[in-house]
Nanobody, 126 residues
Framework: VQLQASGGGLVQAGGSLRLSCAAS????????MSWFRQAPGKEREFVAA????????YYADSVKGRLTISGDNAQNMVYLQMNSLKPEDTAVYYC????????????????????WGQGTLVTVSS
């Protein structure tokens, strides 16, 4: 089972990026999905989560209104659309899938996630 994150890069403040997370080895349509991030010298923090159906989402206050999580169960993909980026958004972004099927449930704590991508670096310049 693998999660492969991509789409990171260097962008100016106010710009946009779209991160993608491709899942393979298992169908994650019954799993909660999320994005976390870790900035240099800081702990990993929750960014956004989505229920298995995609019908419910939840965001950290710091990204609410600017970042949007979405998914395509048919393609086994999860996305993070990032708009109005700020220098404080600079971090390695990780996608994650819950360690067990969680139908229509959102979880935001790392220990609930058993599958992690390798991370993709987002750098926002001022």
């Amino acid at each position: 089972v693998q999660l492969q994150a991509s789409g990171g890069g260097l962008v100016q403040a106010g710009g946009s990026l779209r991160l993608s997370c491709a899942a393979s080895g298992r169908t994650f349509s019954s799993y909660a999905m999320s994005w976390f991030r870790q900035a240099p010298g800081k702990e990993r923090e929750f960014v956004a989560a989505m229920s298995s159906s995609g019908g419910s989402t939840y965001y950290a206050d710091s990204v609410k209104g600017r970042l949007t999580i979405s998914g395509d169960n048919a393609q086994n993909m999860v996305y993070l659309q990032m708009n109005s980026l700020k220098p404080e958004d600079t971090a390695v972004y990780y996608c994650a899938a819950s360690r067990r099927p969680l139908h229509n449930t959102i979880v935001i704590v790392p220990y609930e996630y058993g599958y992690w991508g390798q991370g993709t670096l987002v750098t926002v310049s001022s």
